[in-house]
């Protein structure tokens, strides 16, 4: 792993990670989604003309083993997390 944003320091307390400019393929690279499981939040607009996310972004997550949450203007896709400590 080569220390994605600086984070691999981290890497054992990051559960969930919001993914950059939109699930662009410009601004993904793989080691951001450094664990397991992590879930990686892509907020967009339905109607974008850049066609974000692209699908190079969710394959990555993907394949990494993560697992992805789109937010965009629609009620149903909100996403909420209670956390207990």
Do not use: C
């Not at 393929?25 to 397991?36: A, C, F, G, L």
């Not at 993907?62 to 956390?83: D, M, P, T």
């Amino acid at each position: 792993m080569s220390g994605a944003y600086g984070i691999s320091q981290y890497k054992d307390y990051i559960g969930t990670v919001q993914i950059p400019h939109h699930g662009s393929k410009w601004n993904y690279i793989d080691d951001i989604n450094i664990n397991e499981g992590m879930f990686s939040i892509i907020s967009y607009g339905l109607n974008n003309k850049h066609g974000h996310p692209h699908a190079f972004t969710t394959a990555g997550i993907e394949k990494n083993g993560g697992k992805v949450f789109y937010v965009n203007e629609q009620a149903a896709s909100r996403l909420h997390f209670n956390i207990q400590t």
